[in-house]
């Protein structure tokens, strides 16, 4: 497993070929692009066939992709924290957190 931070914040870990982050839409979610983002280092850490999820513990639902998906389509913004590149969440499947994977 691999644990990723940024500035001392847990950022998310890895796990396996499994890249899992705990998120709370109305804080994390790019409105204006309809996007979620990841940062652009953690990004080249993962293998093109790693599985991202992402899950909002308030709302009860994963969004999963996969970092391929990420790096073909994705777009890259930088607002002062860093790179970070911003995918649409149409490219995302929707799960319940009762349909998590095993990892």
């Known amino acids: 497993m691999k644990n990723f ?3 001392g914040k847990h950022i998310g870990k ?3 070929d499994f890249f899992y982050k705990k ?3 109305s804080k994390h979610f790019m409105k204006i692009y309809d996007s979620w983002a990841i940062d652009e280092r ?3 850490d993962l293998a093109p066939i790693t599985k991202i999820y992402y899950e909002d513990i308030k709302l009860k639902t994963i969004w999963a992709t996969t970092a ?3 790096t073909e389509k994705g777009f890259e913004r930088d607002f002062g ?3 970070q590149i911003f995918l649409k969440e149409v ?3 929707k799960q319940s957190s009762s349909q998590r994977p095993l990892f």
């Open 5 to 7: 931070s940024y500035n």
């Open 14 to 16: 890895l796990e396996g």
């Open 23 to 25: 998120v709370d839409k």
């Open 42 to 44: 953690v990004l080249k």
């Open 68 to 70: 391929k998906e990420w």
């Open 81 to 83: 924290f860093g790179k």
């Open 91 to 93: 490219y995302f499947t």
